[in-house]
């Protein structure tokens, strides 16, 4: 089964976020059947039998195995690891980083990052119809600013540094050149299951 499942459509997305739905596909990280799943859930099998080939037919889940048990065949479904809901989804109002001109705002940060989303949800697809790989770096890690100044000083000193890189290896003439789309970002780190206070400045 593919790690990742990117929803693209809005009928998915409102198939997926059901809430009886949410709480299928999260127990079905493992291989589960209607009868294994009803004590987990305190619902009826029958109704659960309804929302399985709800997410079935929609691609959301997939039969794993089937065992015969008297008269009847109990199938095992299993989800996909994880799904993300791309910003097409939202495809009349989604963010577009054009729309911004403060670089140092949420608002276009998070435009960025819905680009990102689509672009990397088309490159996902594509890689699994061509059977090939995609080449993708990122880094991720956390920084603690002394003050509000240390943070401005290096956002000035990233921007340069990055600057200069990407010019020294950027070639708008190389034969068989292909373009690559870089993000770098910075933002207050959010601890899960913690409400947090916005700083002041």
Do not use: C
């Not at 963010?95 to 672009?119: E, F, I, K, N, Y």
């Not at 990122?138 to 540094?161: K, N, P, Y």
Request: net charge positive.
């Amino acid at each position: 089964m593919n790690e990742i499942e990117v929803i693209r459509d809005a009928s998915t997305a409102r198939i997926a976020l059901d809430p009886i739905r949410l709480r299928l596909l999260a127990e079905l990280a493992t291989p589960e059947s209607a009868t294994t799943l009803e004590p987990l859930l305190g619902i009826p099998r029958q109704k659960i039998n309804y929302h399985l080939r709800t997410l079935e037919e929609h691609g959301l889940i997939q039969l794993v195995s089937e065992r015969r048990v008297r008269n009847t065949t109990e199938r095992f479904l299993q989800a996909s690891s994880s799904y993300v809901i791309s910003p097409d989804v939202f495809e009349q109002v989604q963010p577009d980083p054009r729309h911004s001109q403060d670089h140092r705002s949420l608002g276009w940060l998070l435009a960025v990052t819905a680009q990102l989303m689509r672009d990397l949800g088309e490159l996902l697809i594509g890689s699994r119809r061509a059977g090939r790989k995609v080449a993708t770096f990122a880094l991720d890690g956390e920084i603690r600013f002394a003050s509000a100044a240390a943070r401005t000083q290096f956002a000035t000193e990233l921007s340069a540094a990055v600057t200069t890189l990407a010019a020294k290896y950027h070639d708008e003439n190389a034969p068989g050149g292909r373009p690559h789309r870089m993000v770098v970002a910075v933002h207050p780190s959010v601890r899960p299951g913690r409400r947090r206070t916005l700083p002041s400045d």
